[in-house]
């Protein structure tokens, strides 16, 4: 159910409550965002950002059948939690409204209140990355390489400014043009995608140059876009930048939202046309994340399916019980 009406302003980072049932998810999405001039690259304050790996060997596949580890957002902290070998593994340590899983697997980047933090991927060994940074909104994005990060600094009841961020060295250099919120960075590292807070979502280049709104979503002309189409939470991007996932909204009374993320996508959209590109799957589609290789991994109710690159099916899997209101996060394939 969507919350709110209204944007309301960033809030903070909360910090997580305890407990290992599934509860219900805290959803929200949208914003008001605007852009920020650029700033000066900076430093960290902090040390030079090293991720120390657990000594345990990375997990196995979360769920028979289906290569890589599966990342989901549950109860009302929300809680990140892992499948490993079917077995549901909480990860402490970790703020999940604004958490991000590096694409191989061995770190999460999150926001805890105005400190970008990084830890391994069990929510060990926190680095402080950069400090006076903004909240839910502004979640942190990682490079294909898991090098760098995509993320914004300044407080949040100002104008955030987007830029990359070396892992190693902490150092922040804006984009060129700047972006609004839910930011996406495409694997090629050629493309980004955002909400402009108004309905629309925006494709551009890496460095925020070239914005493009995608045709029909947020359009108010209703010849255009008879359907009331709109989107305030991009979801995941193709590697190439030409798809995005996202959660669209169509029926007039539905609300907006707030600026939090909802962690959902229900339609995919083609980011040159703004038509919708169908997948070969039976019912409601709740979320679409796009892997650096092409493959697609789409859920519906029960069920994870693999596609091939081609948008062909790979594999259907069993989806393991008691996940049905939790928000998948993130699904590392390798």
Same mark, same amino acid.
């Given at each position: 159910?969507?919350?709110?009406?209204?944007?309301?302003?960033?809030?903070?980072?909360?910090?997580?409550?305890?407990?290992?049932?599934?509860?219900?998810?805290?959803?929200?999405?949208?914003?008001?965002?605007?852009?920020?001039?650029?700033?000066?690259?900076?430093?960290?304050?902090?040390?030079?950002?090293?991720?120390?790996?657990?000594?345990?060997?990375?997990?196995?596949?979360?769920?028979?059948?289906?290569?890589?580890?599966?990342?989901?957002?549950?109860?009302?902290?929300?809680?990140?939690?892992?499948?490993?070998?079917?077995?549901?593994?909480?990860?402490?340590?970790?703020?999940?409204?604004?958490?991000?899983? #590096?694409? $191989? =697997? *061995?770190?999460? !980047?999150?926001?805890?209140?105005? %400190?970008?933090?990084? &830890?391994?991927? @069990?929510?060990?060994?926190?680095?402080?990355?950069?400090?006076?940074?903004?909240?839910?909104?502004?979640?942190?994005?990682?490079?294909?390489?898991?090098?760098?990060?995509?993320?914004?600094?300044?407080?949040?009841?100002?104008?955030p400014t987007w830029g990359t961020i070396d892992v190693t060295t902490g150092t922040f250099t804006p984009l060129t043009e700047q972006a609004r919120t839910h930011v996406l960075w495409s694997?090629?590292?050629?493309?980004?995608?955002?909400?402009?807070?108004?309905?629309?979502?925006?494709?551009?280049?890496?460095?925020?140059?070239?914005?493009?709104?995608?045709?029909?979503?947020?359009?108010?002309?209703?010849?255009?876009?008879?359907?009331?189409?709109?989107?305030?939470?991009?979801?995941?991007? #193709?590697? $190439? =930048? *030409?798809?995005? !996932?996202?959660?669209?909204?169509? %029926?007039?009374?539905? &609300?907006?939202? @707030?600026?939090?993320?909802?962690?959902?996508?229900n339609t995919l959209i083609d980011t040159r046309t703004g038509n919708v590109v169908n997948l070969p799957v039976t019912g409601p589609i709740s979320a679409i994340a796009f892997q650096p290789?092409?493959?697609?991994?789409?859920?519906?109710?029960?069920?994870?399916?693999?596609?091939?690159?081609?948008?062909?099916?790979?594999?259907?899997?069993?989806?393991?019980?008691?996940?049905?209101?939790?928000?998948?996060?993130?699904?590392?394939?390798?």
């Amino acid at each position: 159910m969507r919350k709110l009406s209204v944007r309301r302003p960033v809030l903070a980072a909360t910090a997580l409550l305890s407990g290992s049932s599934l509860l219900m998810l805290l959803t929200a999405c949208g914003d008001n965002g605007t852009s920020a001039d650029a700033a000066p690259a900076t430093a960290a304050p902090s040390a030079p950002a090293t991720v120390t790996a657990t000594a345990e060997a990375p997990p196995a596949a979360s769920i028979e059948g289906l290569p890589g580890r599966l990342y989901y957002l549950e109860g009302s902290g929300p809680t990140v939690v892992r499948i490993d070998k079917g077995n549901l593994v909480k990860v402490d340590g970790v703020a999940g409204y604004t958490a991000n899983v #590096s694409p $191989d =697997g *061995t770190a999460i !980047a999150f926001m805890d209140h105005d %400190k970008l933090v990084v &830890t391994d991927r @069990d929510g060990k060994h926190p680095h402080t990355l950069l400090t006076g940074v903004p909240g839910p909104g502004y979640e942190p994005q990682w490079s294909t390489d898991s090098k760098h990060l995509l993320a914004a600094k300044g407080p949040s009841n100002a104008t955030p400014t987007w830029g990359t961020i070396d892992v190693t060295t902490g150092t922040f250099t804006p984009l060129t043009e700047q972006a609004r919120t839910h930011v996406l960075w495409s694997a090629d590292g050629k493309h980004i995608a955002y909400s402009n807070g108004q309905g629309k979502i925006m494709t551009a280049d890496a460095d925020g140059t070239n914005p493009h709104t995608i045709p029909i979503l947020g359009d108010p002309d209703t010849t255009t876009n008879p359907e009331n189409r709109r989107s305030f939470d991009p979801y995941s991007i #193709s590697a $190439d =930048g *030409t798809l995005v !996932a996202l959660l669209q909204l169509t %029926k007039a009374n539905e &609300t907006n939202g @707030d600026i939090g993320r909802d962690l959902e996508a229900n339609t995919l959209i083609d980011t040159r046309t703004g038509n919708v590109v169908n997948l070969p799957v039976t019912g409601p589609i709740s979320a679409i994340a796009f892997q650096p290789d092409g493959t697609i991994l789409v859920r519906t109710p029960g069920k994870l399916t693999l596609l091939n690159a081609d948008r062909t099916v790979r594999t259907t899997v069993n989806e393991p019980a008691g996940l049905d209101k939790a928000r998948l996060l993130a699904y590392v394939a390798n």
